[in-house]
């Protein structure tokens, strides 16, 4: 299947899943609470990287980007409308990278969705980091967890790999008009945060793989967690988590 029609497939995918909540607001609510939680989360999680002068601006993209509860309608729309011109405006690896950003955001959806209807089920836990843990549970899915993190983790490193492709920042700079005529603004504003981020980040020794080896290393251990630690400690823990976001 070449890169359009992937795009346009994972994009079909991600629209049906929000019309399914349009016609049940319940759903759409819960799965609302579920993506505001896992970016309060993520903040947690991450509240040292944030404040860090040579980590912030990469996890502030991940939070943004790949994390986050904001709705990313309009940037799909523009993803499903210009997937083959991806191919005749962009190098390979920009197009690569917009496939890699298609498909991790259709996985991420999906699971979003799964967790929303597991989230109306446990609407009578105590608090909401057992009502998580109950819902994160009750969805299971471990090997798609792992997948998800794994292709969070290609997508930086991906990013880092533009950076060292000569003159596509300035090919990128060039086409920030174009793109903007042919309806591929949002596009072009993520390739372009994207690279800008992982530049800056790569120009630090190690810089990149120090931060996508955090991600990695924290991701995981909160996978562990979720799965296989007692519930009561694992709904504490994640309750700490969410008070140091900010």
Known sequence: MDAAQTIRDCIADVTALRLHRTGDPALGAAVGSVKSLQARRFRGTYADLM??????????FFLEELYSDTDYTDRDLQFGRIAGTLQTMFPQPVVNTAVALAVLHAQTEELDQDMG?????HA???????????????????????QQLQRVLAMGTDLARLTRTPGL?????MMRGPANAAGMGALQ??????????????????GVEQFLATIEQRERALMD??????????????ANT???AR
């Open 189 to 206: 504003r993520f390739l372009e945060a994207g690279f800008d981020t992982f530049g800056q980040l790569a120009r630090q020794r190690s």
């Open 242 to 244: 969410l008070g140091q």
């Open 225 to 238: 967690q979720m799965f296989d630690a007692d519930p009561v400690t694992c709904g504490t823990q994640l």
């Open 169 to 173: 920042r300035m090919m990128l700079r």
């Open 124 to 146: 009578d836990a105590a608090h909401e980091s057992a009502r998580y843990t109950a819902t994160w549970r009750a969805v299971g899915l471990r090997h798609a967890r792992q």
């Open 117 to 121: 209807r597991a989230w109306l089920v």
């Open 51 to 60: 404040d860090s002068p040579s980590f912030g601006p990469a996890a502030r």
